[in-house]
Each structure stands twice: as C-alpha cells, then as structure tokens.
C-alpha cells in the first residue's frame, strides 16, 4: 500500500527527509549565514533556504533545488555527493 501525504502538504527540501515540507522551510538568520562559507554563498542566484527538520541548505530557484550543505548550530558541512 502506498503512503499517501496529507492534502496541502508539499514537501520541499531537496534531501526528501520526512519533516521537508513548506511549513519547515525558511530563510537563514544572520548569525547562521555567517557560519556559511563565503565561496558556496556567491553561488547562489535564486532564494537560500534552510530546512529546520534536517537543517539542510540549500538554493531554491522555483522547481530547481541545489543542496549546498547541512548547518547545525555553528557547524557547516558541505553535501557529499548527490542527493535526490
């Protein structure tokens, strides 16, 4: 049997994890940003995202999804290998 999401919800985060959906999403406050490296910041064209569920980040431009890293506190591990 298939699990079926409830209606409305969209999952988002590109990573797929189980709490990724749009209500768990949001901007990077200030001090997080400042544990994000500088050279996968210039990168980024569209909106930088942060997963509060898995605490991915990632560039969302619309239905294309890049996953820079995961940041947890003052941490900041860059993605290793592809996800998704």
Same mark, same amino acid.
Request: hydrophobic letters at 25%.
């Given at each position: 049997?298939?699990?079926?999401?409830?209606?409305?919800? +969209?999952?988002?985060?590109?990573?797929?994890?189980n709490?990724?959906?749009?209500? *768990?999403?949001?901007?990077?406050?200030?001090?997080?940003?400042? *544990? +994000?490296?500088?050279? *996968?910041?210039?990168?980024?064209?569209?909106?930088?995202?942060y997963?509060?569920?898995?605490?991915a980040?990632?560039?969302?431009?619309?239905?294309?999804?890049?996953?820079?890293?995961?940041?947890?506190?003052?941490?900041?591990?860059?993605?290793?290998? +592809?996800?998704?």
């Amino acid at each position: 049997m298939a699990r079926r999401e409830p209606p409305g919800l +969209i999952k988002l985060c590109p990573t797929k994890c189980n709490g990724g959906y749009a209500y *768990n999403q949001r901007k990077p406050y200030e001090g997080e940003l400042a *544990n +994000i490296p500088t050279d *996968n910041l210039w990168m980024v064209k569209g909106s930088l995202k942060y997963c509060t569920y898995c605490h991915a980040v990632y560039e969302d431009r619309g239905s294309y999804k890049r996953l820079l890293g995961f940041l947890e506190g003052d941490k900041f591990e860059e993605r290793k290998g +592809i996800v998704g």
